[in-house]
């Protein structure tokens, strides 16, 4: 028989409703019927009150994440990505293999003691490099699609503040029932730690503060924020 699948801790639940409408406030396309799967969830457990108000915001969202596909030319070059990542984690796996090859002596004992006629290595550092490049081209063109809708929402900046002020609204009133329930239940805050990318919610300490890096090198023009919630 199939394992039963385990159900998350209705606090885990609401923690990660809260991370999804914040991603959603900042323009990070998300899948609309995958978040309402999260708040169907919700509506099973004592936060049931979140799953309505997300009901309320849900146009909202919907608008906010087709609000890329407005923008001239960006959905073109969001299924570019796109396709560029599923490459890329092929050439990822080809890369493993190679270096498997080279260095884990089983593969030796099956292939010979030079496998791909001897040019496994050299294999191995064209692929390497096709994929630092399509990583680098990923990079570009994602910091292109962010350029486009930055420029695109300060042209249409009153089009889209109600709906993004609707996300924020929403994360505001789960915060508080997530610093409730840490205080009810005696639960650390650090344990209910999120990262975040505002920090103007109400009823939150920011912990932690920093601007992520692209390739574990170039400082991206955003922030996260670790936040816990105040009891």
Known sequence: MPRKKKEEDPISTLARGIVLLDDLRAYRRKDVERVDEVFSELKKTRFRDHYDAWVKARPHAEKIVDMPLRVPGVERM???????????????????????????????????????????????????????????????????????????????????????????????????????????????????????????????????????KSLGIFRKSYSHYQVIPKP
């Open 78 to 212: 969001i299924q570019k990505l796109a396709w560029l990542k599923v490459i890329n984690k092929i050439f990822l796996i080809v890369l493993v293999v190679f270096v498997a090859i080279l260095i884990v002596p089983v593969w030796r004992n099956m292939l010979g003691p030079e496998p791909l006629g001897g040019h496994a290595f050299t294999y191995a550092i064209i692929v390497a490099t096709f994929v630092v490049a399509v990583m680098n081209i990923s990079t570009l063109i994602d910091y292109k699609i962010r350029r486009k809708i930055v420029a695109f929402e300060s042209q249409t900046m009153g089009e889209y503040a109600s709906s993004r002020d609707k996300m924020k609204e929403t994360v505001n009133k789960m915060l508080r029932s997530l610093g409730k329930e840490a205080h009810r239940t005696g639960v650390n805050p650090a344990d209910l730690a999120i990262v975040l990318y505002f920090d103007d919610y109400e009823g939150i300490q920011v912990v932690k503060q920093w601007r992520p």
